[in-house]
């Protein structure tokens, strides 16, 4: 199983950033997915899921400005992100199941 994140880089505050997730060796349909987000020194936090029946959730400091979704036909997961935040500024991570991808570097900043 294999993930790759993608999209990530220098926004100022206010943009919009996508990121992607790519998986190879793994049916996406029929796991939780999610993106959780790492600033250094910190704990790995969780931003949004969505899940087998398609319903979708988010943590209060992100909720009507990211947005979560999935594409089956490309074995593949994103993150619409709004109106980014300084505090947005983070490592953004995919996770299905068990397996996280290896990150993608989202900085905001003026």
């Known amino acids: 199983v294999h993930l790759a994140e993608s999209g990530g880089g220098l926004v100022q505050p206010g943009g919009s950033l996508t990121l992607s997730c790519a998986a190879s060796g793994f049916t996406f349909t029929r796991s939780a997915l999610s993106w959780a987000r790492q600033v250094p020194g910190k704990e790995r936090e969780w931003v949004s899921g969505?899940?087998?029946?398609?319903?979708?959730r988010y943590a209060d400091s992100v909720k009507g400005r990211f947005t979560i979704s999935r594409e089956a036909a490309k074995n593949a997961i994103y993150l619409q992100m709004d109106n980014l935040k300084p505090e947005d500024t983070a490592v953004y991570y995919c996770?299905?199941?068990?397996?996280w991808g290896q990150g993608t570097q989202v900085t905001v900043s003026s």
């Open positions: 969505i899940y087998v029946d398609g319903t979708t």
């Open positions: 996770k299905a199941a068990i397996y």
